[in-house]
């Protein structure tokens, strides 16, 4: 049996997700994923640092770079819950990220609206993985919100 | 005479250039100005925090943020020696900032390149600002990093 599957990380990040839901957040979570392993965990802090530059990605891509002792990222994967915003997949493109893999697709505020790739050529995309489970989180958050 | 002109805050962003270049960062600088007040300033710290999302800008915006105890910098604007690129012009949508100075162009990695308007609806843009003197800065950067 293979533990470390993309579905494993996935979840992993969707445990991050449910953190950011417990403490009000928008659940968005993440974790960077180099030679199978996680190196780092992380999910949206933009309420609790008011600083809309804490989304989950940018966390985990600072993290992980710490943990590396590296700034570029070209052997790691991020796993996220939600399409990357056109902030995330640029600091994703500085860290010349190996993949990314999204679960929810962002119709209205992800990168891929744009027109040009924003993101690194090196960088692997895939998306949908957990989708349903990923956007559950979200719509119970923003019903939540909206009582 | 009136002291906080946009070239004063503008060159007050050279001034934290400056500082990136004697500690070898690429050099830009910012300073986000609110009601005609510096409330942060910041310098391009990539190398020297291993985070390919430490650019000027963004910790300007997480510094400002901080200082006002507020998300949102509409009534901001930030002063930057160079034009910001995709990431940080993301980071300028989530705070919804007021307006944005830039000094030098950058055709290869600014936001302006995109056919899209990465920025928010309401940030107010001017650019050329004391740019001689931002280009010199880089030109002098990558000419001593090329010997």
Redesign the interface.
């Known amino acids: 049996m293979e533990l470390y599957t993309p579905e494993y990380f996935m979840n992993e990040a969707l445990k991050q997700a449910k953190t950011a839901f417990e403490e009000g957040e928008i659940p968005v979570g993440a974790v960077m994923v180099c030679r199978n392993r996680v190196i780092a965990r992380a999910y949206n802090q933009?309420?609790k640092l008011?600083?809309?530059?804490a989304h989950a990605e940018?966390l985990a891509?600072?993290s992980a770079?710490?943990s590396l002792?590296?700034?570029?990222l070209t052997e790691c994967e991020l796993y996220v819950t939600l399409e990357p915003?056109?902030?995330?997949?640029?600091?994703s493109?500085?860290?010349q990220l190996g993949g990314i893999h999204f679960a929810a697709s962002d119709p209205k505020r992800g990168y891929g609206r744009?027109?040009?790739n924003?993101l690194h050529p090196k960088t692997k995309v895939s998306r949908g993985l957990m989708e349903t489970e990923a956007k559950e989180l979200l719509d119970a958050f923003f019903r939540k919100l909206r009582k």
């Open positions: 933009t309420e008011t600083d809309v530059t940018i891509i600072t770079s710490d002792g590296a700034k570029y915003c056109v902030m995330c997949a640029g600091a493109f500085w860290a744009m027109n040009e924003l």
